[in-house]
């Protein structure tokens, strides 16, 4: 490991707790004390009969050890894996014994073959495991602060005769000892975050099965850091991001390899195109089995390599996962690394039909061999899972070595874009809300833009031309795939659906019917059933929902889409297109998301915009943080405007410029003035003590009931910066000196000096 992996992990530790992710110190080892103080080795030890079972294994019991290890998350102790490692997921089972809620038997074995133990079995089973732990931890007690991997290696092979029941391998086991010696047991609770964590370090594991083996070389990295285990690991955790899987795909043989369009389309692949769209097979129970049958009628294979096949199909289509690397293989020779970025996708035309999309990493201009090159050479999609392999590819991704470049593909969305396309897909209409400025308009428009290109285009939205862009916003004569509309008190049935509207005729007033905004994009998508459609609908409750919608307010709904209602003015049969998507946007300040009709809120998924710190980093005043300054108001608005005061905040938006964050003095003193002041004020209903409360007394005169508006009249910001950080004064930071100050200030010193000497 080099000394750049041990920085990364410093700075991403230092921005961690910047960011208020991490735990404080002090309330790190509070916790560890606390945990230690209840659940000692000695206090295990003095535990007998149904007060042991009871404090080792109740899940149910609050004051228990299995239920801090796994659940304990409070002021007293939090559990969860920002502190101490997290041991979620499995059943019960996992801790060996536990007491069944359901009728208060202890119960021991698997889930397919669980055991109903007495009082006095549950005692002995809970008396062999208590002496175990116990053991266990004697052993690691004795370890010293500077053991070597090989004394690990030595406390792995103890443990291992020592614990019963294959504790060494149990997540729980090795969190209990962590929390007891974190300087001793690293916080990941898991062989398959351990494994990462070395690899991504460019360490290879000594033994790659072994919790305490690879805790010893772990902890050899914490200590290089010279950070708290449990920060190192959350740091680790940021910096390399969850584990990954690593997949051989074979790309054909030499005869007939499409490695070629694999590498041009960005994808992998693998055969047998005749099973058809492999989703179809999903609803049955024996997937498997069926895919079997398939290949022996299709491919005339017998059993045994129907099988054999089968199973690697199963394996690309639900094995592999966004984020997993691929390895694009001819025989034993390596010719792509990826890294997957696309569900399962079945593509006719190519001969290679069921495919995923990749971001190639590395292309190789000469194929590179790994160390166990043969293996599942033979397999179209095989995991790796031997180390050696595995370390290799890790280097291979990192390393500059001679590769070709390859024109990037079509990411997945990320951040709040990818959360509306998820709720999109799953029940056709979505709501953004929040407090004002955080961005509620911005995303509709951003997510229904980029997916109406990548629908229409296969192009991200800023790579369109004009032309293309004017066919997805429509412009003065035809309108576009995503349209926007406004809800407001006066907006009703006759706008949204159809009405019936006068117009001048021949100097005569005239009434004629005429169709609404979703009634038209609803036509227009049932015309064009192969296209996407998307209606935003702005301040969606600021109109009288039941009223704007009427009876279609039903079949809006996924599973009534293209059902058909007879319209009561014009008579004519309609129904909602499955094309059509609707986004709505909410501002909480004007109406709580729990006002909003019952029935919209059922056909409607909703995402809560908040305001995002992030996005002002390294943003400064004269020495005012812009993200910490915002988060403080923010923090003083929740404190004095009551219980809704959490929708009040002031988001993100009103800082930012063309989606960057403003840098201008003068820009920000007018949004300040213009901008912040007013939306308080209005906030406060003119209570001047209330809003000095939240602007501070340096903005606020009470006594003159008046905002100090002097402040912002000179072109120098130094006074209403000092005036905006008097209410949190320790979030300043400090201002770096030119050599012109100095200048100044050395003139100035020698100036008085003369003065002085002429006096």
């Known amino acids: 490991m080099d000394d750049h992996v041990i920085e990364e992990i410093k700075k991403t530790c230092d921005k961690l707790l910047t960011d208020k992710k991490l735990l404080p110190l002090e309330q790190l080892n509070q916790g560890y004390n606390i945990f230690k103080e209840k659940f ?5 030890k003095s535990l007998d009969g149904e007060l042991l079972i009871d404090t080792i294994f109740n899940i149910g019991n609050k004051d228990g050890l299995s239920y801090w290890l796994e659940f304990k998350n409070d002021d007293e102790f939090k559990t969860n894996s920002n502190s101490y490692g997290s041991i979620s997921g499995g059943s019960s089972y996992k801790f060996i014994m536990f007491k069944r809620s359901s009728d208060g038997k202890w119960v021991t074995g698997n889930p397919q073959n669980p055991t109903i133990l007495s009082v006095d079995e549950a005692v002995e089973l809970g008396r062999k495991i208590r002496d175990a732990l116990v053991a266990g931890a004697n052993l690691i007690d004795k370890l010293s602060d500077d053991a070597s991997i090989e004394d690990y290696i030595k406390l792995q092979e103890q443990l291992s005769n020592t614990l019963v029941y294959n504790m060494q391998n149990l997540g729980w086991v090795h969190k209990y000892y962590h929390i007891l010696y974190p300087n ?20 290879k594991p000594v033994q790659d099965d072994k919790l305490y083996t690879m805790s010893g070389q772990l902890m050899q990295i914490i200590k290089k850091t010279g950070l708290p285990t449990s920060y190192v690991m959350n740091s680790m955790c940021v910096l390399f991001g969850p584990p990954v899987n690593y997949f051989r795909i074979g790309t054909g043989d030499n005869d007939n390899s499409y490695w070629e369009d694999m590498k041009s389309n960005s994808y992998v692949g693998i055969g047998w195109t005749k099973l058809g769209n492999l989703t179809s097979y999903d609803e049955s129970k024996s997937i498997k089995e069926d895919i079997v049958q398939e290949l022996k009628k299709l491919y005339r294979y017998d059993n045994n390599v129907a099988s054999r096949k089968a199973g690697e199909i199963i394996r690309f289509y639900r094995n592999i996962e966004i984020g997993d690397v ?18 399962y996708e079945y593509v006719k035309d190519r001969p290679y039909s069921h495919c995923r999309n990749v971001e190639w990493v590395k292309i190789f201009k000469e194929p590179v061999h790994l160390p166990k090159a043969s293996t599942g050479k033979l397999t179209a999609c095989f995991q790796y899972r031997d180390i050696d392999n595995i370390f290799e590819i890790r280097r291979l991704m990192s390393e500059e070595i001679d590769e070709i470049t390859i024109k990037p593909i079509l990411k997945p969305f990320t951040g709040t874009v990818a959360e509306i396309e998820g709720v999109l897909a799953r029940k056709k209409q979505v709501i953004l809300y929040g407090p004002p400025g955080t961005g509620k308009t911005y995303y ?32 003065s004569t035809t309108n576009g795939y ?7 008190p006066s907006y009703g049935y006759e706008d949204f659906i159809e009405g019936i509207k006068p117009r001048v005729a021949n100097n005569r007033t005239v009434f004629e019917l005429k169709d609404g905004i979703f009634k038209r994009i609803c036509k227009d998508a049932k015309e064009n059933s192969d296209k996407n459609f998307y209606l935003i609908i702005d301040e969606i409750n600021r109109g009288d929902i039941s009223r704007i919608f009427g009876e279609l307010i039903t079949l809006i709904e996924v599973g009534k889409r293209g059902k058909e209602v007879i319209l009561p003015l014009s008579n004519e049969s309609f129904k909602v297109p499955d094309n059509v998507y609707i986004i709505g946007t909410m501002n909480t300040a004007d109406r709580s998301i729990a006002l909003l009709d019952v029935a919209l809120r059922r056909r409607f998924g909703f995402i809560e915009l908040m305001p995002d710190y992030s996005l002002f980093d390294g943003v400064a005043f004269e020495g005012l943080p812009l993200a910490e300054w915002l988060k403080e108001l923010n923090s003083r608005i929740c404190e004095n405007l009551g219980k809704d005061a959490r929708n009040l905040q002031i988001g993100h938006s009103y800082f930012l410029e063309k989606e960057k964050p403003i ?30 409360k939240i602007l501070g007394e340096s903005i606020v005169d009470v006594k003159k009931q008046t905002i100090r508006y002097e402040l912002f009249d000179t072109p120098d910001i130094s006074d209403l910066v000092t005036a905006l950080l008097s209410p949190c004064p320790d979030i300043r930071i400090g201002v770096e000196t030119t050599n012109d100050d100095v200048a100044d200030e050395d003139n100035d010193s020698e100036d008085n000096q003369n003065n002085s000497e002429e006096s």
């Open 663 to 692: 840098t201008d003095n003068d820009k920000f003193k007018r949004i300040i003035k213009e901008d912040i002041i007013p939306l308080i004020e209005e906030y406060c209903y003119g209570d001047y003590e209330l809003t000095s």
């Open 40 to 44: 000692s080795p000695e206090r295990l």
């Open 326 to 343: 691929v390895v694009a293989a001819l025989g034993e020779k390596v010719l792509g690394i990826g890294k997957v970025v696309g569900n």
């Open 444 to 475: 509709a428009e951003k997510a229904c833009c980029e997916l109406a290109a990548r629908s229409l285009f296969h192009k991200p939205y800023d790579s369109l031309s004009q032309d293309e862009k004017a066919l997805i916003l429509g412009d």
């Open 482 to 488: 995503v349209r926007m509309c406004c809800f407001h």
């Open 184 to 203: 001793k047991i690293d916080a990941f609770h898991s062989t398959r975050w351990q494994v990462h964590a070395l690899i991504c370090c460019n360490i």
